[in-house]
């Protein structure tokens, strides 16, 4: 299976911010939506934030307002810019894409990356 490769997860004080980086191998071709995801010690994986190729967003309700997605869709290389980060936002986070937008939606997108540690604490 075709991973995508994430960057930019670390460690970080509430209030502070980060970015993160997610790209695609050159041989997947143009994807139309990519995503993050994450999941939680003890939690279930859930939806953080999609765009699509036509940048289209959609977020969930924890974070809007304060992450904003963007992407290249030249390059499929999507970003996720974390602002006034919390504890509550300490996961590992999931770049994933797929051509069908609800799978992305749902959670069983084909490309998935290995994961990115973000956490949050004074």
């Known amino acids: 299976q075709e991973q995508l490769v994430e960057s930019g997860g670390g460690s970080v004080q509430p209030g502070g911010s980060l970015r993160l980086s997610c790209a695609a191998p050159?041989?997947?071709?143009?994807?139309?939506?990519m995503g993050w995801h994450r999941q939680a010690p003890g939690k279930q994986r859930e939806l953080v934030a999609v765009?699509?190729?036509?940048?289209?967003?959609k977020y969930t309700e924890d974070v809007e307002g304060r992450f904003t997605i963007s992407r290249d869709g030249e390059r499929n290389t999507v970003y996720l810019e974390m602002n006034s980060l919390t504890p509550a936002d300490t996961a590992m986070y999931y770049c994933?894409?797929?051509?069908?937008?609800?799978?992305?939606?749902?959670?069983?997108?084909?490309?998935w990356g290995q994961g990115t540690q973000v956490t949050v604490s004074s």
């Open positions: 994933n894409a797929d051509d069908r937008l609800f799978r992305l939606l749902q959670g069983t997108s084909e490309f």
């Open positions: 765009i699509t190729r036509d940048h289209s967003t």
């Open positions: 050159d041989d997947i071709g143009s994807i139309y939506a």
